[in-house]
């Protein structure tokens, strides 16, 4: 997976394309429903792809339609569940390794937590987006200024001072998402 991997950029490459989890097999990660997609899994479709349309067309752009397809199930009281035992390899393309592709994946995922947050709405679902979006002012607050001052006295940290800062802001901007 990393073998052409810039080196300042493997720790972002392997955070956006890899899961770990600790535990045996059969351990609920129902609670990490959030982090998880679908990459590389198989499905019954009869229990799984249930309805005309189980992925919602409006994360067609952005990502996400697993992690919304995940949330639904987990909704209707459906369980995850870790296998220690499958081992999954992902080869990733060149052109994914990239800052600029790994800063607007990163933005896209600070959108997407406020949109899945946020969910049908309600003063719950403002509530969590709110929440989630105070993190993002937090985070770009904090990591923004952090890879300007890296460029000039840690410039091993760069890509990830801006890739956490791409997050924060896309947790501040996420609402045109939510509306498509």
Request: hydrophobic share 45%; aromatic share 10%; proline share 4%.
């Amino acid at each position: 997976m990393i073998g052409s991997c810039p080196a300042g950029l493997i720790s972002q490459v392997r955070r956006l394309f890899s899961r770990q989890f600790e535990g045996p097999t059969g351990t609920d990660i129902t609670p990490y429903w959030a982090y998880l997609g679908t990459g590389n899994a198989m499905f019954r479709m009869a229990s799984v792809l249930t309805g005309p349309d189980p992925f919602d067309p409006r994360f067609n752009e952005s990502g996400g339609e697993d992690v919304w397809l995940i949330k639904g199930h987990v909704r209707q009281g459906k369980r995850l569940l870790w296998n220690q035992e499958a081992l999954v390899e992902e080869l990733v393309p060149a052109e994914r390794m990239t800052l600029g592709y790994l800063k607007s994946r990163k933005f896209d995922h600070g959108r997407l937590r406020c949109v899945f947050m946020h969910g049908d709405g309600g003063i719950a679902g403002k509530a969590r987006a709110a929440v989630w979006m105070g993190a993002g002012l937090i985070q770009f607050c904090a990591f923004a200024p952090a890879a300007m001052l890296s460029r000039v006295i840690a410039t091993g940290r760069v890509a990830d001072f801006e890739c956490r800062a791409a997050g924060g802001l896309g947790k501040l901007l996420w609402w045109r998402l939510a509306k498509r």
